[in-house]
């Protein structure tokens, strides 16, 4: 208290500037942190003082002394209240105030009387920060939807401070639109579903310490979008008792929830659905719905429309039970399917398409093609082809047309030498193969029923006129054709007559004729007699 008395006397002394080269004093103002320490720095050099003191000027207390020091004496007194919490330098008059508390701002004031009397003032200006502690940032949204929502981050810590915040590692930049900063504001409007991702850090400052928040990041739902369906098999037109298999996807976040529709009936929960052993009621429209229920948002994919459809089979084509005749059995081929509906019914002959005419129609719903008549070139292989969306059948069928025997001709020789063989064929178109039979002068000849009559040696008894006779044996119809043979040349050997009989025939028939004349020479002297009447 005494040495606090000192002070009017030494404020005097300055006042008349006997001192003033300066503040001692480093700065006009420092910064201390509440329960850290801090120290007011002098640019004094060690000299001979009289008195130094401390004293302080709070914004509620009046001046109060902290200490003084008399260093002649090598002495120092320091004020109660600031007993343990200060340590003073007596070589750089510098003090230290330690555990500051929130009340220790204010201005503190150095007074220095030197050896020469003069007085030394300075003053320093502590303001006493609290610590940052609890940095940490909030949302105004705890489920913000993309584009549909302004998030609008908090930073909060204990103390008194600036903000600043950071994206990942980098500063955020405020554009004014999109991203505005304000304050302990970091405010994203229309949020994009990456600009929460960071992590945003918030950092809380004051002149003497900074705090960073925990990692923040902020899910952003958005979607569904992108929806995409498939479909395997592909195919539009699916065979009944197949499987079809339709899958689906969409971008979204949270996960979308996915369902099935058919016919606008959900069928399904899951992202697949799969149909076994397909039915005519399979047939209809798929589609798949995602939802989002944060956005509250959903999209239909596009929609899949299958048809199923029986697959044919167990074609066949009605034969006619009758054996066909040319030119007079009328025919139906019918095509029939045991199984399946179809489409389309193409016929084909020996592999062509059948070719109508007024003989050969087709009916109009093409199962049934009728022949008026069948003629020989209407023999072949027919063929129905049905078809429909998911396959083909088809059936065949071997048409015989029976018909001839047709322009039989007999071939061999005119004439042939006495005991020079004998061959003769009978050539005629037929269907099944005729049977034969030949005859000669009008009598049938024993054992001569092939195409081909043979004789080894013919003898005179074989000349006269051949007939071949061809009998179709199915339809029983007939066609014959002669064919005149002469032997010519007597030979030697003959079993009727001998060539000594015929020389003995010829020598009877010589002297029969000799006789003749004789007895005609007689008979004429006789005439010449005159009658006796
Ligand atoms: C001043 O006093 C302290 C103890 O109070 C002593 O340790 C120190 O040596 C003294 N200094 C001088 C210069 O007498
Ligand atoms: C006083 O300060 C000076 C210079 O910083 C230093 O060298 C000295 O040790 C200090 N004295 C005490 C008692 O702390
Ligand atoms: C953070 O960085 C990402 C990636 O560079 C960016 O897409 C996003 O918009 C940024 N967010 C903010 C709030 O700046
Ligand atoms: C974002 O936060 C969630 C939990 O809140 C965490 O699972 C995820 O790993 C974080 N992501 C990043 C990039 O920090
Ligand atoms: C259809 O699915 C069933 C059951 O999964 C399976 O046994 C069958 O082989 C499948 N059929 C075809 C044609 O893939
Ligand atoms: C399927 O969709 C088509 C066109 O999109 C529509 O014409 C048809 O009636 C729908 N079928 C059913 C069974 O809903
Ligand atoms: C759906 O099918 C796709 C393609 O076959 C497959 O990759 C996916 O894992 C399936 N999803 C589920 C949920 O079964
Ligand atoms: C086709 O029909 C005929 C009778 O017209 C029948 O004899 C035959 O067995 C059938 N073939 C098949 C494969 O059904
Ligand atoms: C062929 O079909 C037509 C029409 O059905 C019928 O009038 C005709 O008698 C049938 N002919 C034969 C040989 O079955
Ligand atoms: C006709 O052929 C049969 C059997 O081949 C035979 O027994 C018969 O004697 C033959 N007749 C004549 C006249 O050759
Ligand atoms: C068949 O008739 C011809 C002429 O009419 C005759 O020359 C021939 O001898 C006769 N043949 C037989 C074997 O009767």
Known sequence: MDLYNFRLPLLFLAAFGCCCDGSPLLDEETNGVIGKHVTFKTTVISMNFLTVSWSFDGAVTTTLPILTNLPLANKTNIDDRYK????????????????LVKEDS??????????EGSQLIGKVILNVLEPVTDVKISSNLPDPVEIHS???????????????????????VADGTHIMLMGKELTVSKVWRTD????????????????????????????????????????????????????????????????????GVEVSKQANLTITKLEGINSGNYTC????????????????????????????????????????SPVNLTCTVAAGKADRVDWFKDGKPLATSARVTLSSDMRTSSFVKVEKEDA??????MKNNVNTDEASYTMVINYGPADAIVTGK??????????????????????????????TIVNATREKYTVEKASLKDAGTYTCVARNPLTGLTFSKTHKLEVTELGTVDSGLSGGAIAGIVIGVLVAAIIIA????????????????
Not at 380 to 385: D, I, L, N
């Open 150 to 172: 302004t998030v609008v981050l908090t930073c909060s810590a204990k103390g008194s401070f600036t903000y600043k915040w950071v994206n990942g590692s980098i500063p955020v």
């Open 380 to 385: 072949g292989v027919y063929k129905c082809q």
């Open 518 to 533: 004789c007895c005609f020479c007689c008979r004429k002297k006789q005439t010449d007699v005159p009658s006796p009447y």
């Open 414 to 443: 005119k004439a042939v030498k006495f005991e020079e063989p004998i061959e003769m064929s009978c050539l005629g178109e037929s269907v099944p193969p005729s049977t034969y039979a030949w005859k000669l002068n009008d009598s």
């Open 289 to 328: 719905l995602a939802s989002n229920a944060n956005t509250k948002h959903s999209i239909a994919s596009q929609v899949s429309t299958i048809s199923v459809v029986e697959p044919l089979s167990g074609t066949n084509i009605s034969s006619p039970s009758e054996p066909l005749i040319a030119g007079i």
């Open 106 to 115: 204010g201005e503190y004031v150095l007074t220095i009387v030197t050896g």
């Open 84 to 99: 343990n919490r200060v340590t003073y330098n007596a070589t750089t008059c510098e003090l230290e105030l330690r555990n």
């Open 196 to 263: 929460l991702r960071g992590p945003i850090f918030c950092i809380a400052e004051n002149a003497l310490e900074s705090g960073k928040s925990p990692a923040f990041n902020l899910t952003v739902s958005y979607g569904p979008e992108n929806i995409v369906m498939s479909q395997t098999p592909v195919a539009p037109f699916l065979k009944e008792g197949s499987n079809v298999t339709f899958t689906c996807s969409a971008i979204s976040d949270p996960p979308a929830q996915l369902q099935w529709m058919f016919n």
